[in-house]
């Protein structure tokens, strides 16, 4: 396996959620308390430390391709399973102190909980809200693409579970090719609003784990424009060190005159 | 593996149509009690335009959507649907067959 | 076949006409909040944030603050030292300069989540940290 990659088609996905408890399961995680959300039948809102799969519930007065729901207005019931991007240039890794999130051979993107300190930056530098701290752990967690599982020849606990296969598992480019075939195939029937959401083109530098969604990403939480902040980096240093030479200059200033 | 399936949907709630809700006083989110004439069970209320009112010889007439049977133990306790229909079991596996039933849907928790 | 009651139809069309243009519904008295029909000022996905929040707490603006100024404390006292104007003001500068040293790095170790897994931060050296202050540290 070069490169695993994940190709999530909310298509087909019936919103069963058996991704999300299937991840739990595998691995031990706690659940996220019991509270009713009343956001369609999304009752974990958002990926976090203890959600690593969450599945998104999206009621939209759109057309779902040619369907007629027979009802006065057009509409749709979207559900997809969301996941860390696993990002080709990610704003977790670079931003890490300790070195704790790295790049395995797999090329998925992995925090080591034996070094994680949850020093907290990775949280405010993934572009996608994806990586969380614990705050009674301590350390920060997200998808670990199951790399225990794929070490042992295994497939990842929420692709096996996924009853309809929306969650396909496989190499990046043959999923990616795998992609651009469903979408010629839906956009034949009708699906206009059809897009592929990877984060291609973007200072991401694409992601292994992409999506067929419909419509604007907004909608999902996804950002249309998503980008590394490692972008602003030489913006960064260029105004401290500008800023450092001012001071050095006043002070210096301030004595002489 | 308790845990992990109560958060999914952690309350029994009730799908109500928005036209349905403004027309009795219904929050989202709120409690409605639905009443049969065999029983009442109090359910948190989703109210989604997925559920349409309908049509029917003329009159218009609401529908709503309880997709969970619910129960009384376990991490996540509730009021149980079945309370709402008779017992009319399929003969050889005993799934029960009633599933429509006609009801009043009132706002809040009332005390029956 | 019954005629259509326009009553109860007129009602049902004026009732799904303020719900579509307001995404709320004011109808026998009671305002729903928060309803998860699609509302034309709610951003996003149900108005949850994309991004995640800071964890950071209070020690980490302190720990900029501190920093900064023991920074400037150190140029000042530097300065002082190198002209021998004011030999009080460069001992005073130094000193608090040293102080506020000191007290940074126990703000940040105050604030991770495994404090005592604090040195390993020592484990890499990378130019890309959170801001350029840090390898500075």
Redesign the interface.
């Known amino acids: 396996m070069k490169t695993a990659a994940f190709f999530t088609d909310p298509t087909i996905c019936i919103g069963c959620k058996a991704c999300e408890v299937a991840c739990k399961e595998w691995n031990q995680l706690p659940d996220d308390g019991l509270e009713w959300s009343g956001l369609s039948y999304d009752n974990t809102r958002r990926l976090g430390a203890s959600t690593w799969r969450h599945v998104s519930f999206l009621e939209q007065k759109q057309p779902l391709g040619q369907q007629s729901t027979g009802t006065q207005e057009p509409f749709r019931w979207i559900f997809m399973s969301d996941v860390c991007k696993h990002c080709g240039n990610a704003g977790c890794l670079e931003a890490c102190p300790t070195g704790a999130i790295v790049r395995t051979e797999l090329g998925s993107v992995f925090v080591q909980p034996d070094v994680c300190n949850g020093c907290g930056n990775c949280v405010v530098c993934c572009p996608f809200g994806v990586i969380d701290k614990d705050q009674q752990d301590g350390r920060a967690f997200k998808c670990t693409f199951c790399y225990d599982c794929q070490l042992a020849g295994m497939i990842p606990a929420c692709a096996k579970a996924c009853p309809t296969q929306s969650i396909h598992f496989g190499e990046l480019d043959e999923l990616q090719e795998q992609a651009r075939g469903r979408l010629e195939e839906l956009r034949l029937r009708g699906y206009q609003d059809a897009r592929i959401y990877d984060a291609h083109g973007t200072s991401v530098g694409g992601t292994h784990a992409f999506f067929l969604i419909l419509g604007e990403p907004e909608a999902y939480n996804l950002p249309p424009a998503p980008e590394v902040p490692t972008v602003h980096l030489r913006a960064a240093w260029t105004s401290a060190l500008v800023s450092a030479g001012v001071l050095f200059a006043v002070v210096c200033l301030a004595f002489v005159i | 593996?308790l845990?992990?399936?109560?958060?999914?949907?952690?309350?029994l709630?009730c799908e109500i149509s928005?036209?349905l809700?403004?027309?009795?006083?219904?929050?989202?989110?709120?409690w409605v009690t639905v009443v049969t004439v065999r029983g009442s069970v109090v359910a948190?209320a989703?109210?989604?335009?997925?559920i349409?009112?309908l049509?029917i010889?003329?009159?218009?007439l609401h529908q709503v959507g309880l997709p969970y049977h619910w129960g009384y133990c376990g991490?996540?306790k509730g009021d149980v649907v079945n309370d709402l229909v008779a017992i009319s079991e399929e003969p050889n596996v005993r799934i029960m067959e009633t599933k429509g039933v006609l009801c009043n849907v009132l706002?809040g928790r009332q005390a029956e | 076949m019954r005629q259509p009651d326009i009553v109860s139809e007129t009602r049902l069309k004026a009732l799904r006409e303020e719900a579509a243009r307001t995404g709320e519904i004011k109808g026998g008295g009671v305002v729903p909040g928060g309803a998860p029909f699609p509302r034309p000022n709610t951003p996003g996905y149900y108005g949850i944030p994309l991004l995640k929040e800071p964890v950071w707490t209070w020690q980490v603006p302190l720990y900029f603050f501190v920093g900064g100024a023991a920074g400037a404390c150190a140029v000042i006292g530097f300065f002082a030292h190198v002209f021998e104007s004011d030999p009080a003001l460069a001992r005073a500068a130094l000193w608090i300069a040293l102080g506020g040293g000191l007290l940074c790095p126990l703000l940040l170790v105050a604030d991770l989540g495994r404090p005592s897994r604090f040195l390993y931060m020592l484990r890499v050296f990378k130019l890309a940290p959170r801001c350029p202050s840090e390898p500075g540290r």
């Open positions: 593996m845990p992990h399936l109560s958060e999914l949907q952690p309350e709630f928005p036209e809700a403004a027309e009795r006083g219904i929050n989202h989110g709120g948190r989703l109210v989604t335009p997925r349409q009112p049509r010889d003329g009159q218009v991490l996540v706002p």
